[in-house]
């Protein structure tokens, strides 16, 4: 059976440096590593027998993202899965939280991911088969006090996937979305910026900001089960791959919390809801 092409986003570090390991050491696969700066990757130099292609990518850069989709398919010929991996944080109250800084995020989580995505569905379309993996969030799922626009870039690509998927069924091309919470990465430190509150009426959410920068890299989520579980789901459970991905259990709690008290929610409203409706 022919090799399976991996094209990962944001491989310096956390989720996509464990996932580009795990893969370079399977020998059925071809694994595309790309990083804004590609001297992080030496740590793959270990693992490469020429089934290794790394790549310079920056997910807000076009032209970058066209020149690696080229460069994996003439290395590689084909892309099979698409991991859009790369994203940064955001820690601050709504009123506080700095525009640009915001903006910048949702460049890189939202659109560097739409991107990404539209640059590799028409070398999966032609291939007919395809699998994309678009990492969000527990964030996604539940809108925490001072995620307010994280939550923003997640909850968008939660829409879009959801959307994407069922367009995209026909060409037997699956999304999944990947919901971790807490995992030991770079992402609660380097990679979120904080804007602690000056506002006095935000006060009480000063210590929040600082106890989930002081909890980075003690998080409970291991990485490399996660990599573990996903692999598996794409590899092993192709057919069924869901369309979410709950990852640890602060995830799938607050995940089943949410939407049983939802389920309530909306049924308590049903008839006042449906009664909006011209009478048929
Ligand atoms: N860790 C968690 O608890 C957690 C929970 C839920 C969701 N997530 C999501 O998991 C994904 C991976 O994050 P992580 O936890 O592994 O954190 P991480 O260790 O900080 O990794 C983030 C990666 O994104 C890359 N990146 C940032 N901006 C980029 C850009 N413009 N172009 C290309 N790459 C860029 C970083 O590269 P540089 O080295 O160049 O900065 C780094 O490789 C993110 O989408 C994050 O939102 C994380």
Redesign the pocket.
Known sequence: MANKTWLI????????RTLATFLAKQSNINLVAT???TK?LAYLNEFDHGQIQKLT????NQQEIKSVVTQAQAKFGTIDVLVN?????YFGTFEESNRDTVKYMFD??VW?LVDMTRSVLPVMRQQKSGIIIN?S???GLYSFPTLSFYSGTKYAIEGISEALSKEVTDCNIKVMLVE????R????G??SDKALPKIADYQQFKQTIIDNAESAHH?P?DPEKAVQIIFDQVVNHTAELPLRLPLGKLSTDTAIDKYTKSLAHFKKLHDLSASADQPE
């Open positions: 986003t944001g491989t310096s570090t956390g989720f996509g990083a804004r700066n992080k990518l920056d997910v807000t991996n790369a994203g940064l944080g890189v989580n560097g990492f969030s527990l964030a971790p919470s807490g995992f990465t770079d992402w609660a380097r990679s998080e989520g």
